[in-house]
């Protein structure tokens, strides 16, 4: 049996209950093969074996009071990766799906993406099975404070910096932020990103998930003699990775004809109307079936169904696994020519393997969506830079970042007989960084 399958084997194993983990880990495995090969510290220094256990996994209870003056008690979770490289950094999910499994993932894949960005922070995540639809903005800002008020004795700017991810946005930290300040009583603003304007955030984090995820598109299809002009796009979810990928689609000349939410989809074979779609989603938090009853040429169906509709870019900004194996399959018989995950793993592991089999252009989650995270690297310089960049500054610099992710993925790709192949050669190329680091470190 080869190193790669015992370890895999022994990661199965301790971790049997956790399917997403598991699929996170293996893909990365599987990635890694040919690195193996030709680096022997690698197994020397039992990177891998260290890779695969988070250094630290926090869960908490997190009681709060309702609008009825009712005690609920969620569960609140922080998984502080890997610090290689630079403090525990990813954001928060507040879903009634959180649970170890998903935080595992979401913290294991983020090392390697921060690692891509080419800046200074190490992997983690965290959040809670807090369902934020249907609650009041009162119960929204009692949760996050009784959130934060465990959560803040195991973050700080130099240790752990969580930001926001499904159900946590501007609103969500600006009450957490709030209450750490407190705790605290002392004004960090780089203990948290995705911070209001007002506050220590920084310009363009709102959009740069989705704009950036859009320039990682652009960098691909270009390379592969393809341009977004005139292109059929859809995008699942509309949140804020999906809206700001709308919107830089409609910038590169594409036309994005569907968007979803958790319960159906809208098409408009005549393009989405983005601001539209930005005040319904953004601003009054609607459901996404509403957009029909404004626009006339909308049309709403309930349910899946999205990646049945004809398309030649789809970009999954919702969830993982959002595309199965008979989804691709139908993607790729529409004359689909690639796939943008925005969402994390948004992909399963047979999708993925159909989808490269038949040429699909792929723009893996942990590049393409990097931008994020990035634009959360560059709100903590301007921070613990006391400074504030322009718009402008920060969306150049995110764009020449996208530009360098891409580069690097697709060099490490060709290195190692792979090319084209964008997950193995994202996945080689953010490990090469934190490996070298770790076995700088020798044990730890
Ligand atoms: P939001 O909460 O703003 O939006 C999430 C969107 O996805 C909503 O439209 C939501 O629909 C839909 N959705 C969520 N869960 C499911 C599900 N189980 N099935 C179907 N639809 C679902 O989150 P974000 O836009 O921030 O995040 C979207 C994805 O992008 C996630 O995978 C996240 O991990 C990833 N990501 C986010 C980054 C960020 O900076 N925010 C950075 C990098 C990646 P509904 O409203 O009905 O629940
Ligand atoms: O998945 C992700 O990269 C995020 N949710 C963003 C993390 C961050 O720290 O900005």
């Given at each position: 049996?080869?190193?790669?399958?015992?370890?895999?084997?022994?990661?199965?194993?301790?971790?049997?209950?956790?399917?997403?983990?598991?699929?996170?880990?293996?893909?990365?495995?599987?990635?890694?093969?040919?690195?193996?090969?030709?680096?022997?510290?690698?197994?020397?220094?039992?990177?891998?074996?260290?890779?695969?256990?988070?250094?630290?996994?926090?869960?908490?209870?997190?009681?709060?009071?309702?609008?009825?003056?009712?005690?609920?008690?969620?569960?609140?979770?922080?998984?502080?990766?890997?610090?290689?490289?630079?403090?525990?950094?990813?954001?928060?999910?507040?879903?009634?799906?959180?649970?170890?499994?998903?935080?595992?993932?979401?913290?294991?894949?983020?090392?390697?993406?921060?690692?891509?960005?080419?800046?200074?922070?190490?992997?983690?995540?965290?959040?809670?099975?807090?369902?934020?639809?249907?609650?009041?903005?009162?119960?929204?800002?009692?949760?996050?404070?009784?959130?934060?008020?465990?959560?803040?004795?195991?973050?700080?700017?130099?240790?752990?910096?969580?930001?926001?991810?499904?159900?946590?946005?501007?609103?969500?930290?600006?009450?957490?932020?709030?209450?750490?300040?407190?705790?605290?009583?002392?004004?960090?603003?780089?203990?948290?990103?995705?911070?209001?304007?007002?506050?220590?955030?920084?310009?363009?984090?709102?959009?740069?998930?989705?704009?950036?995820?859009?320039?990682?598109?652009?960098?691909?299809?270009?390379?592969?003699?393809?341009?977004?002009?005139?292109?059929?796009?859809?995008?699942?979810?509309?949140?804020?990775?999906?809206?700001?990928?709308?919107?830089?689609?409609?910038?590169?000349?594409?036309?994005?004809?569907?968007?979803?939410?958790?319960?159906?989809?809208?098409?408009?074979?005549?393009?989405?109307?983005?601001?539209?779609?930005?005040?319904?989603?953004?601003?009054?938090?609607?459901?996404?079936?509403?957009?029909?009853?404004?626009?006339?040429?909308?049309?709403?169906?309930?349910?899946?169904?999205?990646?049945?509709?004809?398309?030649?870019?789809?970009?999954?900004?919702?969830?993982?696994?959002?595309?199965?194996?008979?989804?691709?399959?139908?993607?790729?018989?529409?004359?689909?020519?690639?796939?943008?995950?925005?969402?994390?793993?948004?992909?399963?592991?047979?999708?993925?393997?159909?989808?490269?089999?038949?040429?699909?252009?792929?723009?893996?989650?942990?590049?393409?969506?990097?931008?994020?995270?990035?634009?959360?690297?560059?709100?903590?310089?301007?921070?613990?830079?006391?400074?504030?960049?322009?718009?402008?500054?920060?969306?150049n610099t995110l764009k020449d970042i996208m530009k360098n992710i891409f580069k690097n993925s697709k060099n490490a790709a060709e290195e190692f007989n792979s090319p084209g192949n964008y997950i193995k050669g994202a996945n080689i190329a953010g490990f090469m960084k934190v490996a070298d680091a770790m076995i700088s470190y020798g044990m730890n």
């Amino acid at each position: 049996m080869s190193y790669l399958e015992e370890l895999a084997g022994k990661v199965k194993a301790k971790n049997s209950n956790e399917p997403e983990f598991l699929q996170a880990v293996e893909e990365v495995l599987e990635s890694l093969v040919p690195v193996l090969e030709k680096n022997h510290d690698i197994i020397k220094y039992k990177v891998l074996d260290r890779l695969v256990e988070p250094e630290r996994q926090i869960m908490f209870r997190v009681p709060w009071i309702d609008e009825k003056g009712d005690i609920n008690v969620n569960r609140g979770y922080r998984v502080q990766f890997n610090s290689a490289i630079g403090p525990y950094k990813g954001g928060l999910r507040f879903h009634p799906t959180v649970n170890l499994s998903i935080m595992k993932f979401l913290g294991f894949e983020q090392t390697f993406k921060n690692s891509l960005t080419g800046l200074p922070i190490g992997g983690g995540k965290g959040g809670s099975d807090f369902d934020p639809k249907g609650k009041t903005d009162l119960e929204v800002m009692n949760f996050c404070i009784s959130f934060m008020t465990e959560l803040q004795r195991h973050i700080g700017h130099y240790v752990d910096v969580p930001a926001g991810d499904i159900g946590v946005g501007a609103r969500e930290i600006g009450y957490l932020y709030g209450q750490y300040k407190r705790i605290l009583n002392s004004f960090e603003p780089d203990v948290l990103t995705g911070k209001g304007l007002t506050y220590g955030g920084s310009l363009v984090r709102k959009e740069a998930t989705g704009y950036g995820i859009l320039y990682f598109i652009n960098e691909m299809m270009n390379h592969h003699g393809h341009s977004l002009e005139n292109k059929k796009v859809v995008i699942s979810g509309s949140g804020n990775v999906a809206l700001y990928a709308c919107k830089k689609a409609q910038e590169f000349g594409a036309k994005v004809i569907a968007m979803s939410d958790s319960t159906g989809f809208i098409v408009d074979e005549n393009g989405i109307d983005f601001e539209k779609m930005r005040l319904l989603k953004e601003v009054q938090r609607k459901r996404i079936s509403e957009y029909a009853d404004m626009i006339p040429t909308a049309v709403y169906t309930e349910g899946r169904g999205l990646w049945n509709i004809k398309c030649d870019i789809a970009i999954p900004c919702a969830s993982q696994n959002d595309i199965d194996v008979h989804e691709a399959q139908v993607l790729i018989d529409n004359g689909c020519i690639a796939v943008g995950e925005g969402a994390n793993m948004p992909t399963t592991n047979e999708a993925v393997k159909l989808l490269l089999d038949n040429n699909i252009l792929i723009a893996p989650a942990k590049a393409a969506n990097a931008g994020g995270v990035a634009t959360s690297a560059l709100e903590m310089a301007q921070n613990s830079a006391r400074m504030s960049w322009s718009f402008e500054q920060v969306d150049n610099t995110l764009k020449d970042i996208m530009k360098n992710i891409f580069k690097n993925s697709k060099n490490a790709a060709e290195e190692f007989n792979s090319p084209g192949n964008y997950i193995k050669g994202a996945n080689i190329a953010g490990f090469m960084k934190v490996a070298d680091a770790m076995i700088s470190y020798g044990m730890n």
